[in-house]
């Protein structure tokens, strides 16, 4: 734990200080408006401060890394792509480059749910650093530039993205092996109420995140948010259901917490398409269904596959996505009245599937290839999901606790 003190310290310097001066240099404040993001990961008994505290920092240094990433690769993007404008020097920070900021720290922290408590945080801060540059060559150059998909609440390019990053890199860097780590990795009674509590945060702001990108356009934000309030409604019924079946009356805590909001993550490539009341509490019923599935039979095979998905992300983030991408590409054929597409029916469901299997494609290969390095940033001994091997606090000496 000492010996990554030092380039930890050096690192978030230095890059506070590259972006200060980047910033100063190079943007300038328009008017900003934020909204709330929360946090999915306190269940750990051994690994709440952990789990909040680190995502806290990885949202700063995900944000501001976003913010002159962004304005990078769209001035690229438009340099090879006569048709698109370049963006302006200063870059006006308002709400919509906040939005995108936010975005893609959202993004971060999914992929870091499959790794969190293993990963240390030097590893976390250029994992992080190196996710932020995949996710918006993949977002600019591809989702939304070459290929042209609808997705204005980020099932495909943040959701999608972040599980198969995560999972990969999950994959790279092998299950934590110290003898601590199965037991330090489980919950009690207070850690789950506390990830109930963000839980019901998260789906309650959730329209708010699908509708973030709409928010000049009243027709299409109220759309979002009716759409997304109906899906995290059918997913949540499905997640109720699912668990008490399975568990033969009773829920269970992390199937609840995830499943509940498996409709807000399929619905986002959805959240402004014309599919109605109906449309809507249908992809929350499949997505909650999925999720509660993928809990039971596809959890445990990822175990045996050598991923360790500390979070299970794959049952929030990757299923529901990919359920969300598939029936966008089915939506797009019956939504005649939406005037924001640019293709034809035929042609725009081809597009849906192509970002759907690219950013699958992108997000495995990126977060392979970023954790594989960083898997000798930490050695083998260094405990996992253990507050007190990177917090201070006295009550870490009290054998009581």
């Not at 499949?286 to 794959?314: E, H, Q, R, Y």
Request: charged share 10%; with cysteine.
């Amino acid at each position: 734990a000492l010996a990554n003190k030092g380039p930890f310290c050096i690192l978030l310097i230095v890059m506070e200080i590259a972006l200060l001066i980047l910033f100063y240099v190079f943007t300038t404040f328009a008017d900003i408006t934020t909204y709330m993001i929360g946090y999915l990961m306190a269940f750990f008994k051994q690994y709440g401060l952990g789990s909040v505290g680190f995502s806290l920092l990885l949202t700063l240094v995900s944000m501001q890394l976003n913010l002159v990433v962004e304005l990078a690769v769209r001035n690229l993007y438009a340099a090879i792509t006569p048709s698109v404008a370049a963006q302006s020097i200063p870059y006006a920070i308002g709400f919509p480059a906040i939005i995108n900021a936010e975005f893609a720290a959202a993004t971060v922290l999914i992929s870091v749910g499959a790794i969190i408590g293993q990963a240390t945080p030097l590893q976390l801060v250029i994992f992080a650093i190196f996710e932020v540059i995949f996710y918006t060559f993949n977002k600019t150059f591809l989702v939304f530039g070459w290929i042209g998909a609808e997705d204005i609440g980020g099932t495909i390019f943040v959701h999608l993205f972040g599980a198969c990053f995560g999972l990969s890199a999950s994959k790279a860097l092998g299950m934590p092996i110290d003898s601590g780590a199965d037991a330090n990795s489980t919950s009690n009674r207070i850690s789950d109420v506390l990830c109930l509590i963000g839980t019901a945060f998260l789906w309650t702001f959730w329209p708010t995140f699908v509708a973030a990108s709409v928010w000049t356009e009243n027709a299409y934000e109220s759309r979002c948010y009716l759409n997304t309030v109906f899906s995290l409604l059918g997913s949540t019924a499905t997640a109720f259901f699912g668990s008490s079946y399975f568990a033969k009356g009773k829920f269970e805590v992390g199937e609840i917490a995830n499943g509940v909001l498996a409709g807000g993550v399929a619905i986002g490539v959805n959240g402004r398409i014309n599919i109605g009341p109906g449309g809507s509490l249908l992809v929350g019923l499949l997505a909650g269904l999925v999720s509660i599935v993928g809990f039971k039979f596809i959890s445990p095979m990822f175990t045996d596959m050598g991923i360790s998905d500390n979070c299970k992300i794959a049952n929030l983030h990757l299923w529901p996505a990919v359920l969300g991408g598939l029936l966008s590409a089915i939506f797009v054929l019956f939504d005649g009245q939406s005037t924001f597409f640019v293709h034809s029916p035929g042609n725009q469901c081809l597009r849906q599937l192509i970002a759907l299997g690219s950013t699958m494609i992108v997000g495995a290969t990126a977060g392979f290839l970023t954790a594989l390095p960083l898997k000798g940033l930490k050695d083998d001994d260094t405990p996992s999901f253990e507050d007190g091997l990177w917090w201070e606090g006295d009550y870490f000496f009290d054998k009581e606790e």
